[in-house]
């Protein structure tokens, strides 16, 4: 038999396929199509009415060995159709973390290459000794402090540059709107203290429990409660309460005399 009749047959072969997703406890919709997959092997597709998969579709494939009147079923699937509600592509969770998912008691651990860090001194207990005297060494842990010995890792240049790019494009950056209409700057405020370090130029800390406190602001932020704003002109509050007689004066009718 010709591979061509023997693909008409298997294309008639429907009930075959309906049956064999019946027999696996499924409820096939109405025949949608037949496929030729090559020589000997048809795929017929049912509707399916499966909760959650909104224009999937039964694929049910047969084959036939030729000079051979049996039908086999080689395989059964649910496969999605043009339209059919799909899953969005999956995304590792590194790269779905965002700023504000961590809770107590997470853990977010920092990659071995990630891009940010590179390794640093570790303090090792040996004495330090010049000119054959041994220093101090609540000296040295100072020094070691501000170096940043003793840590595993440091912020790389990479790291220190997308930090302060994010902060200078964030809410307490010189472009925010706050910032905008501020008639004076952060870096000459009495509340803001500047960072230690590399980003000490540019970035320091709001100390101000009225605006940004305890917010790492940029130099060239500003808001209306910096240290040098004037207050309000006038002599406060005035002398009565609102809509008191005692700033009522009393007018005489030239007319009436009243």
């Not at 309906?18 to 090559?38: C, N, W």
């Not at 049912?46 to 047969?62: E, I, L, R, S, T």
């Not at 500003?222 to 700033?247: L, Q, T």
């Amino acid at each position: 038999m010709s591979s061509v009749l023997e693909n008409d047959r298997l294309s008639a072969a429907v009930e075959v396929a309906r049956d064999a997703l019946i027999a696996d406890g499924q409820y096939p919709g109405k025949h949608v199509a037949s496929t030729v997959e090559g020589d000997c092997a048809v795929a017929h597709y049912f509707a399916a009415d499966v909760p959650g998969y909104h224009g999937w579709q039964w694929c049910v494939v047969v084959a036939g060995a030729p000079d051979s009147d049996d039908v086999t079923v080689s395989e059964v699937a649910l496969l999605p159709s043009n339209g059919a509600l799909l899953a969005p592509s999956w995304v590792p969770w590194s790269e779905r973390v965002r700023s504000g998912d961590l809770s107590p008691g997470d853990l977010l651990a920092a990659p071995a290459d990630d891009p940010r860090l590179v390794p640093n001194q570790i303090d090792t207990g040996d004495e330090f000794r010049f000119e054959s005297e041994q220093v101090d060494p609540d000296d040295i842990a100072s020094v070691a402090g501000e170096l940043g010995l003793g840590r595993k890792r440091v912020l790389s240049a990479q790291g220190r540059a997308d930090t302060a790019q994010r902060w200078f494009d964030g809410d307490f950056g010189p472009r925010s709107e706050m910032a905008l209409a501020a008639r004076h700057q952060c870096a000459s405020c009495g509340f803001y203290a500047p960072l230690a370090g590399s980003l000490r130029a540019a970035f320091g800390a709001c100390t101000n429990e009225y605006a940004a406190d305890g917010r790492i602001v940029s130099a060239e932020y500003g808001c209306g409660a910096h240290s040098d704003v004037p207050a309000p002109s006038g002599d406060g509050s005035p002398a009565f309460d609102a809509y008191d007689d005692g700033v009522v004066e009393i007018v005489a009718d030239a007319t009436t005399g009243a």
